[in-house]
């Protein structure tokens, strides 16, 4: 079992940054890959970034691609996504989750799931 807890949201004007972190107990981090996922208000759950936990591998949603940054520390047992350039479209709970599928932006294939951080991007 991995349990994860999310940290970092909070409220920021649009073109300001935030940092989430995502820290693992249970199970060591550093063998799972790890993804962030988003949900807006009346929308569905979306893939934002994912993080191989070997090789340095990451992919991101095109939606996200240049602005947001997922890093881990494995030492840490913590994966970070920096998100700078925030938009109000951003505005979502953000989610981390753990999966040994690779790659994978299908969040049925990710077995672990922490609680979730609010981010909310004023105009």
């Known amino acids: 079992q991995v349990q994860l807890v999310e940290s970092g949201g909070g409220l920021v004007e649009a073109g300001g940054s935030l940092r989430l972190s995502c820290a693992a107990s249970g199970r060591t981090i550093s063998n799972y890959n790890v993804g962030w996922f988003r949900q807006a208000p009346g929308k569905e759950r979306e893939f934002v970034a994912a993080?191989?936990?070997?090789?340095?591998?990451?992919y991101y949603a095109d939606s996200v691609k240049g602005r947001f940054t997922i890093s881990r520390d494995n030492a840490k047992n913590t994966v970070y996504l920096q998100m700078n350039s925030l938009k109000p479209e951003d505005t979502a709970v953000y989610y981390c989750a753990a999966s040994q599928r690779w790659p994978t932006m299908n969040e049925y294939e990710y077995n672990y799931w922490g609680q979730g951080t609010q981010v909310t991007v004023s105009s």
């Open positions: 993080s191989r936990w070997r090789g340095g591998n990451t």
